[in-house]
């Protein structure tokens, strides 16, 4: 049996974890990143964009896990932007690719990532929560970005579906972590390293959002091109809330 204080520090220690192999995935991470769709100029998955292009001219977006900025790429023209990301390597990507936007180094989970933020018109959080352990953190991630949201805005939230077939030696390798929780579930990136994952599916993830304050507008299985799918062929699952 794993007590509290020893519960929290293996949390701490996973959180540490996920930000270190980001910090030496960086450059490689980045590379992999930079395929554009659709028009040619985007590097963000078509669904991303949907919404991304609802913002006007004067407004702006939070984009939490900013990574190497890709969001950007598929910014609307006069769109303010601040992006956030607890990896130094993958912020120094950022910078390097859009040097005229603001990057901030904080990590979601500390009160001090969400101080002198600001206001926002939308919150884009794009692969994020899945590599946040605890569910109270989570909860607490939520409540904190909606106190930066305007009335009117959105957050656009999505995960990745590890639910897939493709998924399913992962979620074998990971049988020990999963003692803790069957959620979890550690996510190779090419042969070397290994991500700490919540693998989470409709349920699970209407009940973070929901519990954190947020009405969910729409919420689905979407593949890489944006097309609506099903928890066996969509690559990500979407929310979208206010």
């Not at 980045?30 to 991303?48: A, E, L």
Request: one cysteine or more; hydrophobic letters at 40%.
């Amino acid at each position: 049996m794993i007590l509290w204080s020893e519960r929290s520090c293996v949390r701490e220690d996973i959180v540490r974890s996920v930000q270190q192999i980001y910090d030496e995935i960086g450059v490689n991470f980045s590379r992999t990143r930079q395929k554009t769709y659709g028009n040619g100029k985007s590097s963000n998955w078509p669904v991303t964009d949907i919404y991304l292009i609802r913002l006007k001219s004067g407004e702006k977006v939070l984009d939490l896990g900013c990574g190497n900025g890709k969001l950007i790429t598929g910014l609307p023209e006069g769109v303010g932007y601040v992006g956030t990301d607890f990896s130094t390597v993958l912020l120094g990507e950022a910078r390097r690719l859009h040097p005229k936007y603001d990057f901030r180094e904080g990590n979601v989970i500390t009160p001090e990532h969400w101080q002198g933020l600001g206001m926002f018109q939308a919150i884009f959080a794009v692969a994020v929560l899945h590599h946040i352990p605890e569910t109270k953190q989570q909860i607490w991630v939520l409540r904190e970005a909606k106190k930066h949201l305007l009335p009117g805005g959105f957050l656009y939230l999505t995960v990745w579906n590890l639910w897939q077939a493709k998924f399913a030696q992962a979620h074998l390798d990971s049988l020990e972590l999963k003692k803790t929780n069957k959620q979890w579930v550690e996510i190779p990136f090419q042969a070397k390293w290994k991500r700490f994952c919540v693998a989470f599916d409709v349920a699970s993830l209407t009940e973070v959002v929901t519990q954190a304050g947020w009405k969910i507008e729409e919420l689905f299985y979407a593949d890489r091109e944006g097309k609506r799918a099903d928890v066996l062929t969509g690559e990500n699952l979407v929310c979208v809330a206010k």
